[in-house]
């Protein structure tokens, strides 16, 4: 798998920000990282963004996940496969067993979370008041 171009992702995020009309440290709240973090996403200055805060700047800016990594990556799987395990290993025995019955409810019933957008079901304040 190639390496990400954090670069080019984070000229994306700075795009999308602009076109919401948001400072750095606006977004930056919006999605629960630091004000220094965020610039050194914008400008290419970190090795690797987590796939919760990739998920919530896409949700903030109301855009597909895949706009920001699409064509950086060989396989877009593979980085999710990596963040899945990585939660995986952090977790007791109860909690790997919960989040399979998660799996499954989500796997068994597409049509409850069919959306055209990521993350496109759960626009509430209260989500974002979490971040």
Excluded: C
């Amino acid at each position: 798998m190639k390496q990400v171009d954090y670069k080019k992702v984070g000229k994306r995020i700075r795009t999308k920000r602009k076109e919401f009309a948001l400072k750095q440290k606006e977004a930056a709240i919006k999605v629960g990282v630091s004000p220094h973090y965020w610039s050194d996403m914008e400008t290419g200055k970190v090795n690797s963004i987590s796939l919760k805060t990739l998920f919530s700047i896409a949700i903030l800016f109301d855009t597909n996940l895949n706009y920001f990594v699409a064509d950086l990556i060989d396989d877009n799987k593979d980085i999710i496969y990596e963040e899945i395990e990585t939660m995986l290993e952090g977790m007791t025995k109860n909690q790997r067993i919960i989040s399979m019955d998660l799996l499954n409810v989500v796997y068994n019933n597409p049509e409850m979370f069919e959306t055209t957008e990521i993350g496109g079901y759960v626009k509430d304040e209260e989500y974002y008041d979490k971040y």
